[in-house]
């Protein structure tokens, strides 16, 4: 059973068309919610960290919040240079630091 | 601004060659790890590292595998008889806390 699920796999946009990509987790006690950017052929590139509902982060024109449940990464007037895969990673139980969902993979048209 | 480096960016090798792929964390972290991730797939861990030795480490990383930090800046992955199936992105990553994880370019690993 996944204990990160990402929706949707895939989101394209017009430049300044603002919207949000969703993360679910089912892991319980969570220490920590993490953000992702990865860029083709690329490591994933840190974002945010979130550790309580409630909790908001801010970068550029990106913005992420936490629920009990889900987490959200919203996408303020994006630009071409915004278009990516987006990685929501929360630490798994037993033998894994890090467990990572599929991926938003965002395209931004100019 | 401190950053993980790899390498090689890419290595191509013949199945059941021994590879060895490089990684130097950012400098004052005290936790590393290892990821991969097969094309089209999600980022899976393999291993994580601190204090000299192996913390935890995945089902996919079987007695084929081994790291290695052989000095106070390299951190190695070693695949001893690679298979078709061990062709994927490697990434390296380091953390001071054991919270954030800092990732680096990643090796692109083909076996033949």
């Known amino acids: 059973e996944d204990q990160v699920t990402q929706s949707p796999e895939a989101l394209r946009l017009q430049e300044g068309e603002s919207s949000s990509l969703n993360c679910s987790y089912t892991?319980?006690?969570?220490?920590?919610l993490f953000w992702y950017r990865q860029d083709p052929g690329k490591g994933p590139e840190f974002l945010f960290t979130?550790?309580?509902a409630g909790e908001e982060k801010e970068k550029e024109r990106l913005k992420a919040t936490l629920t009990k449940k889900e987490s959200f990464l919203h996408i303020t007037a994006p630009k071409p240079e915004d278009s990516a895969t987006y990685l929501c990673a929360v630490p798994g139980g037993g033998n894994t630091p890090l467990v990572f969902g599929k991926g938003t993979r965002l395209s931004v048209i100019a | 601004e401190p950053e993980v480096t790899q390498t090689p960016s890419h290595q191509v090798t013949q199945m059941g060659q021994e590879v060895i792929l490089r990684c130097v964390p950012i400098?004052?972290?005290?936790?590393f790890y290892w990821y991969r991730q097969i094309l089209g797939q999600k980022v899976e861990f393999l291993v994580s590292f601190y204090n000299n030795e192996i913390s935890e480490k995945s089902e996919i990383f079987d007695d084929q595998f081994s790291v290695e930090r052989p000095d106070g800046s390299n951190f190695t992955l070693k695949i001893r008889s690679t298979k078709l199936e061990d062709s994927a992105m490697y990434f390296c990553?380091?953390?001071?806390?054991?919270?954030?994880?800092?990732f680096g370019p990643g090796t692109r690993l083909t076996v033949l």
């Open positions: 990553a380091s953390s001071y806390k054991g919270n954030e994880q800092f």
């Open positions: 892991v319980s006690g969570l220490r920590g």
């Open positions: 979130l550790y309580s």
């Open positions: 400098s004052n972290h005290l936790y």
